[in-house]
């Protein structure tokens, strides 16, 4: 493909192809051009007396039968060729021009000579005149460059004419980076020397943020899945040895003092299930935190928080929990209520003892399809080892965290409504985050 191009640049050149009616205007001046000077020739040997007025006349006709006969001849050759060149020049500049890849020129410099429409657009630039002279390199990244600029000078010293696959970052005249594939022709004379490069650049953005997703997908789901072994092994191997422990102490007398051990080895394995059940439930939700809603409504986010407080699972029992009108959010109930409960139930766990109070408010925003929240508790506050990575699944407090799904859970579900959310600690922990009305992206 970039062989021909070339060989097609060689051949049509960059300037515009003429037209038949500008080449047929060239064949008539000729042909008056040479009966002017054959009627001239003729007319200086009759006024000599070399001629006769008829022998004059008759050579005159003669030649003008001939020259008319060969330049007919030759124009109707040069005419066919020609309809055949401008009609592969057509063909090859609407080729060219509707690529949807950039294809482009360069001199022996590494300067654009010539780009097509969509090397303009990704360029960013409206006309040719605005790249044609510019340096190649000028559009690269600058962290891509000494990588591109070295691939090209080894190509150069092998004399290797074809360059593909080979990805990099530029940089359009707007400042947005996009991602390409090159792949490059170099066309060397036969002494070796670097006469012009041709070449194709595909845009490559789109899969390569897929690509990018994908590899930190794959690296999150690997620590997923190592952690997640972890913390169900520690759980459930004190199941286990709290059964082997409860066998051996019931094949011995039920003395007081054995019941009060057989108690506490019942209280090992029970609340070893427990964590391992509350990891084993969360699992699904993390699942399913990043999904677009099946279905959304009007969510009147204060019913939600009442039910919440209400669970009895939650065991906030003396807790003093402080709202305001939290007012509507378009969204999934389900979604509402699992951020607010993640958040409820993770400050519970950090309340401050008997005076335990819980902030769940409502915060000014300036756009009013945006709603900020906030969650706050009186406790300790997040220590300032994890709070950079708070979000970060598994993370947790050594001494009250629990599976460290949660606040992961959260931040993902928040992101599904386009919003953010920010830990950081004022007389305890705090949990600010925002939610966009949700809509239905059109396919």
């Known amino acids: 493909m970039l062989r021909m191009l070339s060989k097609l640049r060689k051949a049509f050149g960059n300037e515009k192809v003429k037209s038949l009616p500008h080449y047929r205007a060239i064949f ?35 030649f003008t039968a001939i020259a008319g006969i060969l330049l007919l001849v030759a124009y109707y050759l040069v005419g066919r060729v020609l ?52 340096p190649f390199a000028d559009f690269i990244h600058p962290d891509d460059r000494e990588m591109v600029f070295a691939y090209f000078d080894d190509a150069l010293k092998m004399r290797r004419a074809t360059t593909s696959g080979l990805t990099f970052r530029m940089v359009k005249k707007d400042g947005d980076d996009l991602y390409v594939e090159l792949q490059a022709h170099t066309v060397f004379d036969e002494e070796g020397n670097h006469m012009e490069t041709v070449g194709i650049i595909r845009d490559v953005t789109t899969r390569k943020r897929y690509e990018e997703a994908l590899e930190r997908a794959n690296a999150q789901l690997e620590g997923y899945a190592h952690t997640a072994a972890h913390d169900l092994k520690n759980p459930i191997s ?41 990891l084993i439930d969360e699992l ?14 009007n969510v009147d986010v204060d019913e939600e928080v009442r039910l919440i407080i209400a669970d009895k699972s939650l065991q906030a029992d003396g807790v003093r929990f402080n709202t305001n009108d939290l007012g509507t959010v378009v969204a999934s109930p389900t979604h509402i209520y699992q951020i607010f409960s993640n958040l409820i139930s993770n400050a519970v766990r950090f309340t401050n003892g008997d005076e335990s109070r819980i902030d769940i408010l409502r915060l000014p925003s300036e756009e009013g399809s945006v709603h900020r929240f906030l969650v706050k508790d009186n406790g300790p506050g997040i220590p300032e080892e994890i709070m950079d990575k708070i979000f970060i699944l598994f993370t947790k407090d050594k001494e009250k965290g629990e599976t ?40």
């Open 28 to 62: 008539i001046a000729v042909f008056i051009a040479a009966e002017v000077a054959t009627i001239s020739i003729e007319a200086y040997y009759l006024w000599m007396g070399q001629k006769t007025v008829t022998s004059f006349l008759l050579d005159s006709l003669l």
């Open 238 to 278: 004190n199941v286990v040895f709290g059964c082997g422990a409860l066998q051996n102490l019931l094949d011995l007398p039920l003395t007081d003092q054995n019941i009060t051990y057989i108690k506490e080895v019942a209280d090992v394995i029970i609340n070893g299930s427990v964590k391992a059940a509350a």
């Open 284 to 297: 699904p939700l993390l699942a399913e935190s990043g999904q677009v809603p099946k279905e959304i409504e």
């Open 83 to 134: 309809s055949v060149y401008i009609e592969q020049h057509g063909k090859f500049e609407d080729m060219v021009n509707n690529s949807a890849d950039t294809i482009y020129y360069l001199d022996n410099c590494g300067c654009i000579d010539w780009v097509n429409d969509a090397g303009l657009d990704a360029f960013g630039c409206g006309e040719l005149k605005q790249v044609r002279g510019k």
């Open 404 to 443: 460290g799904i949660g606040l992961s859970i959260v931040e993902r579900m928040v992101k599904v409504y386009g919003g953010d959310i920010r830990a950081y600690n004022d007389n305890g922990a705090c949990f600010e985050f925002t939610l966009k009305d949700f809509t239905y992206q059109a396919s």
